[in-house]
Nanobody
Framework: QVQLVESGGGLVQPGGSLRLSCAASGILFRLYAINWYRQAPGKQRELVAHVSYGGSTNYADSVKGRFTIFRDNAKNTVYLQMNSLSPEDTAVYYC?????????WGQGTQVTVSS
């Protein structure tokens, strides 16, 4: 059974940092690209960051220079380091594993940026 379990969300003040984790099981992790998406209330889900199976990365313009995605294949885990957070980053963040013709989603973790 495939599972993607996100953790690390919470409430943080503007300018603060959080590190999200996505732990995968039931897949050959190293063969999958991993994406972080987010969905704010009333908005469409958007792609935030991507790391390929080879380790190359891409980011949405809105988070470039603030967010870093990296993977640890030995731990079947991908991380999203988020710095300089602003209220506009408030959303549910979802982990997505894509590869071998399939796509898997986690349940999401809430990130709230507020003073």
């Amino acid at each position: 059974q495939v599972q993607l379990v996100e953790s690390g969300g919470g409430l943080v003040q503007p300018g603060g940092s959080l590190r999200l984790s996505c732990a995968a099981s039931g897949i050959l992790f190293r063969l999958y690209a991993i994406n972080w998406y987010r969905q704010a209330p009333g908005k469409q889900r958007e792609l935030v960051a991507h790391v390929s199976y080879g380790g190359s990365t891409n980011y949405a313009d809105s988070v470039k220079g603030r967010f870093t995605i990296f993977r640890d294949n030995a731990k079947n885990t991908v991380y999203l380091q988020m710095n300089s957070l602003s209220p506009e980053d408030t959303a549910v963040y979802y982990c997505n594993a894509a590869g071998l013709g399939v796509s898997h989603w986690g349940q999401g973790t809430q990130v709230t940026v507020s003073s």
